[in-house]
């Protein structure tokens, strides 16, 4: 069983930064896949990000290719999302998900942390 608790989300004007932390419990951390996902008020969930188990290998939304990064730190059981030069759009729920099924599917989820871009 792998809880995921997303944490550094918040307000900030068009252009700033932020970076979401997603900490997981359980010994399994780094057997699996991390992803970043997003909701927007009235849109479907959206695939933001992915990390592969040793972090080698990282896989990007073109929306947010170039000004997002992600990380991870399999000691401490967290992955990361560096949001740079961040754009009203950017605006939703984000998610960690991890135990993909590779069809679209994940067995944890996180409870989600709002992030809000003012123009």
């Known amino acids: 069983q792998v809880q995921l608790v997303e944490s550094g989300g918040g307000l900030v004007q068009a252009g700033y930064s932020l970076i979401l932390s997603c900490a997981a419990s359980?010994?399994?951390?780094?057997?699996?896949?991390m992803d970043w996902f997003r909701q927007a008020p009235g849109k479907e969930r959206e695939f933001v990000a992915r990390i592969s188990q040793s972090g080698n290998s990282r896989w990007y939304a073109d929306s947010v290719k170039g000004r997002f990064t992600i990380s991870r730190d399999n000691h401490k059981n967290t992955v990361y999302l560096q949001m740079n030069s961040l754009k009203p759009e950017d605006t939703a729920v984000y998610y960690c998900?991890?135990?993909?099924?590779?069809?679209?599917?994940?067995?944890?989820w996180g409870q989600g942390t709002q992030v809000t871009v003012s123009s």
């Open positions: 359980g010994r399994t951390f780094s057997t699996y896949s």
């Open positions: 998900a991890a135990g993909s099924n590779g069809m679209g599917s994940y067995l944890y």
